[in-house]
């Protein structure tokens, strides 16, 4: 996708998850007993996103869904928590293999050191 500046008639990209006001409405229609469909229909959304929204945002009693906007809020909100430490940071054995080939050598499976291409 090219810049905004470079293509002024771009459309803005579209919010992949819904905004509060969304989970609100899912929340209401939820506890009225309407359908995935008929409410991806009405937030003019994928069935999937809704189906998504209320299984990974919801709030569980007993081993059923049950949709409030303020939890799944809270969820998202922790979900996308910024900044995040990096994987090289938390994965101890991630980092010592970046770290064995940063210099450029391979190994073969039977451990024989060798030169790796050259990066430019």
Avoid at 13 to 32: D, K, L, Q, V, Y
Avoid at 55 to 71: E, I, K, M, W
Wanted: hydrophobic fraction near 30%; aromatic fraction near 4%.
């Amino acid at each position: 996708m090219p810049p905004a500046h470079l293509s002024p008639s771009a459309t803005p990209p579209a919010r992949r998850n819904p905004t509060f006001s969304g989970r609100e409405e899912i929340a209401s229609e939820c506890a009225g007993g309407t359908g995935i469909r008929t409410i991806a229909r009405k937030l003019s959304r994928s069935p999937s996103t809704i189906s998504r929204e209320i299984s990974c945002n919801s709030a569980t009693r007993g081993g059923d869904f049950d949709d409030r906007a303020l939890t799944a809020q809270w969820h998202a909100d922790r979900a996308a928590r910024r900044p995040k430490p990096s994987k090289l940071v938390c994965h101890c054995a991630l980092h010592d293999y970046v770290q064995d080939r940063l210099p450029g050598l391979v190994a073969t499976p039977d451990g024989i050191a060798f030169d790796g291409p050259v990066v430019v």
